[in-house]
């Protein structure tokens, strides 16, 4: 079953203030790599919590995928990082191991 939703939206980010141009996949800013715990699938915008969250690590495999944390409640989520992300902010979690045991 994928719970997958595409949405389109701009959104401004509450970490950095930089304005993001939702392609239908941004779930994240570009510039501060910073996302929001709005979902509780990906795109469905049901989670209640709001809370900023925080991206501690990468993990790459075929692909790079950023590791979030919630500031708020600790919850945390992987998602895929896009090729307009920020690449310094991206060496930077690269360069700091990060424990992904839950
Ligand atoms: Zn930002
Ligand atoms: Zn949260």
New binding site residues.
Partial sequence: MKKFQKKEENFTCDHCGTINYGDGWTDHCHNCLYSK?VDNYPGDRRNK?H?LMEPIGIIRKKEEKIVYE?I??K?RKICRSSKSDNRQEILKLLSQPVDLSQ
């Fill in positions: 715990h919590c809370g919630c708020k409640c919850t």
